[in-house]
């Protein structure tokens, strides 16, 4: 049996209430919404006598009732606009049942509602509905955790205490964050304009939107452990993608000159503030261009998000304003290094590498090579103290076995990383496209795995196979769209800009806090 609560048992009866009196909680027909709130409260003029026949929906977020006329609050998905009810302007004839039961005494907060009415100014001021018509459409019952609304009795201003404010709950409860805290539903508005001014801007290049398959029979194109499934029917194993970039470039095998692809991937590794097992990413590859052109896109591209998204190219983040006006700031990986280390690493062995990593207080495991070692001790001493938007540059070839060789510097890739306030947002290279090379760089990551690298890439026959019908001089590009979506929204954590972030299972976290209480 389902435990009520008082306040939810009190909707319940309500709910009956309304039965009783033929009064539809939940009716069917289509109710018409001709503006919004915002749209309202942007263009209405008195001296126009514009917004005379309006209709508008949304919650009702607050009511103070004053005999036969009272004040409400309606929000929609654009905001909120004051209602003005009028007992006889609503119930024009003998029966007051819709204003005395309904209103008055069976609607709650958070309940949707219809209205129809004009535009007109209070005294005070203030833009509000003059409603003639107004209807029940759905019955809320739960409450919304909204706990008190002050109203200053001399300048009208209202304050609401919101109690939905701990990160558990509005993760796990996003509907609810959703409809009690307006800038939340900001942030996810930004988050896909920062998605169709992508869009836009590789359409306008002339670049082919595509899809590629999710459940592989091999997981590659990146670094990272995978998700594991069955197929009944064919009886083998399936992995979630970890990246699409093989398929991709499969595609510019085929001779499309330019493919791009916003991609839902999923790696099973930990959880952070910066990492979600299921995350979006969107990878591009031109073919007949190298990372150094790739750089130059990158760049154009995501100053022209910051443009859509705050009509210019500064943006606070937290502490930090980021200004994404090009040219940014370049280093080699070793130059990187080297300046806020002071450490000249380009030419060591493993073994110097692994004294110099303790020299630094890098924590090391046996199964790291070179590469891993390498990234390590950028990631601890670099990566954290770039915070305008820095490409780095020239990685060791270890790091990167689906780069070209360098062209100028042995032992190097042509690869690229952009690092914004202490952070990857995308990473790209120079594609490798000699199938010989390939192969021995695929072996090279299966050695790495036999030594305990569970993220070391798989051998993907299929892939040399097409890379063998030739594949063009390709630039390859992987943005993170919740790392970008993070920064251009001001957003502290990956969860606060996933409608629906992973969370653990809501019963471990009832366990958990009961402990922390005895």
Request: net charge negative.
């Amino acid at each position: 049996m389902v435990h009520l609560s008082e306040q939810e048992q009190q909707r319940r009866n309500k709910l009956e209430e309304l039965e009783k009196l033929g009064i539809e909680a939940y009716p069917s027909e289509l109710f018409d919404v001709t503006f919004y709130a915002k749209e309202i409260h942007d263009n209405y003029h008195p001296e126009l006598n514009n917004f005379q026949e309006v209709s508008l929906a949304g919650r009702l977020m607050s009511s103070r009732v004053m005999g036969k006329a009272s004040f409400a609050e309606l929000m929609d998905m654009s905001g909120r606009i004051q209602l003005y009810v009028n007992r006889d302007e609503i119930c024009p004839g003998e029966d007051k049942t819709l204003y005395n039961v309904l209103f008055k005494k069976l609607l709650d907060l958070g309940d949707f509602i219809g209205v129809k009415g004009h535009v007109f100014k209070t005294q005070v001021g203030e833009t509000s509905i003059h409603v003639t018509e107004l209807k029940l459409l759905a019955k809320a019952l739960r409450p919304l955790p909204v706990v008190k609304e002050k109203v200053d009795e001399v300048t009208g201003e209202k304050t609401t205490y919101d109690a939905f404010t701990d990160p558990e709950q509005r993760y796990r409860q996003r509907y609810v964050d959703l409809a009690v805290n307006p800038q939340v539903r900001d942030t996810f508005i930004k988050r896909t304009q920062l998605v169709q001014s992508m869009r836009n801007f590789l359409n306008d290049k002339g670049y082919l939107e595509v899809e590629t398959p999710i459940l592989q029979p091999l997981y590659g194109g990146a670094a990272a452990r995978p998700f594991t499934t069955h197929h009944n029917t064919l009886d083998m194993t399936l992995y979630l993608r970890i990246a699409n970039e093989l398929y991709l470039k499969r595609l510019i095998v085929g001779g499309f000159d330019g493919v791009y692809e916003f991609s839902k991937d999923f790696r099973n590794e930990g959880m952070s503030r910066f990492h979600n097992p299921e995350f979006t990413q969107m990878e591009l590859y031109v073919a007949y261009k190298d990372y150094a052109w790739m750089m130059d896109l990158v760049e154009e591209m995501v100053e022209r998000v910051a443009m859509t998204l705050h009509g210019q190219t500064e943006v606070q983040v937290g502490n930090n304003l980021i200004n994404f006006q090009r040219p940014w700031q370049r280093y080699t990986m070793f130059e990187a290094i080297e300046k806020y280390t002071g450490k000249a690493i380009g030419e060591m062995d493993e073994a110097a590498l692994r004294e110099t990593a303790h020299e630094l207080n890098v924590h090391l495991d046996p199964s790291m090579g070179k590469a891993k070692i390498i990234d390590e001790i950028f990631g601890e001493h670099v990566e954290p103290k770039l915070i305008q938007p820095t490409f780095i540059t020239d990685y060791p070839v270890e790091m990167s076995p689906l780069a070209k060789k360098h062209r100028d510097r042995p032992g190097l890739v042509e690869r690229f990383e952009a690092i914004c306030n202490g952070k990857e947002i995308c990473n790209a290279f120079s594609e490798l496209n000699d199938p010989i090379d390939q192969r021995k760089r695929f072996e090279d990551q299966l050695e790495l795995g036999k030594r305990g690298d569970t993220e070391a890439m798989v051998l993907d026959d299929d892939f040399l196979r097409a890379l063998e019908y030739g594949m063009p001089p390709t630039a390859g590009l992987g943005i993170g769209i919740d790392r970008l979506s993070m920064i251009m929204t001001n957003s502290h954590s990956i969860q606060d800009v996933l409608f629906f972030p992973q969370m653990k299972p809501e019963n471990v976290q009832k366990e958990k806090a009961e402990k922390e209480e005895k």
